[in-house]
Structures are given as structure tokens and as C-alpha cells.
């Protein structure tokens, strides 16, 4: 499986983002998926998940309520809608597939390259 992210950029303190993260292949239904950050000089920490079929979520506290996971499984491809955002939420964001053995959230066996997010204060 190839993870290709997009959608991060600039944007000022209250605004909103939506990545995407398109997965080649035909297993892509098959895996669950997940949205982790690094900032720079900080550990890479996980941001959101969203298990093969879509019915269950799990979101880190920080963005509970403001972060939204979906995921459409004809498309292949996995959306982190991102609302008022914070100049806390600064960081390099990737998405992963898990096939299933690390738990939703917990890591990933494949990643994507990184699209950052910038928010300005």
C-alpha cells in the first residue's frame, strides 16, 4: 500500500483544514486507518483513527471536538477535517495503515510522507 497525503498549508488561528490521504491498491477497505503529527523537536504523537468500515473513531483529548476522521472506502481514500484550529496544532501530519495488529490508533505498517500544517497566531 502507497499512502499519498495532501491538503495541509497555512491557515490563521480559527480556521479550518481538510487532508486527505489517497492509498493505492484494492485492500485499502481492509485496513484501519490513522492521522499522526510531529511537531518539530517533539515526538510524533497520535492525532485521530478510523477502523476499516468507519463505524468506530477514536480522536487524542487535544482535538477531540474540533477533528473530524471519515473515510470513503470506493475512493480509497482516508479525510482529517480539522476545525478551529490552533497554533498548537502546528506540526507535520501523516497518515498510516494498520492491518490490524497494533489497535486503532496505535501505529501503523504503512505511512505516508508528511504534509505539514501551519497555524498562525
Known amino acids: 500500500v502507497q499512502l499519498q497525503a495532501s491538503g495541509g498549508g497555512l491557515v490563521q488561528a480559527g480556521g479550518s483544514l481538510r487532508l486527505s490521504c489517497a492509498a493505492s491498491?484494492?485492500?485499502?477497505?481492509?485496513?484501519?486507518m490513522g492521522w499522526f503529527r510531529q511537531a518539530p523537536g517533539k515526538e510524533r504523537e497520535f492525532v485521530a483513527a478510523i477502523n476499516w468500515s468507519g463505524g468506530r473513531t477514536s480522536y487524542a483529548d487535544s482535538v477531540k471536538g474540533r477533528f473530524t476522521i471519515s473515510r470513503d472506502n470506493a475512493k480509497n481514500t482516508v479525510y482529517l477535517q480539522m476545525n478551529s484550529l490552533k497554533p498548537e496544532d502546528t506540526a507535520a501530519y501523516y497518515c498510516?495503515?494498520?492491518?490490524?495488529?497494533?489497535?486503532?490508533?496505535?501505529?501503523?505498517?504503512?505511512w505516508g510522507q508528511g504534509t505539514q500544517v501551519t497555524v498562525s497566531s
Open positions: 498510516a495503515a494498520d492491518r490490524g495488529g497494533y489497535g486503532l490508533g496505535s501505529g501503523g505498517d504503512y
Open positions: 491498491g484494492r485492500t485499502f477497505s481492509s485496513y484501519d
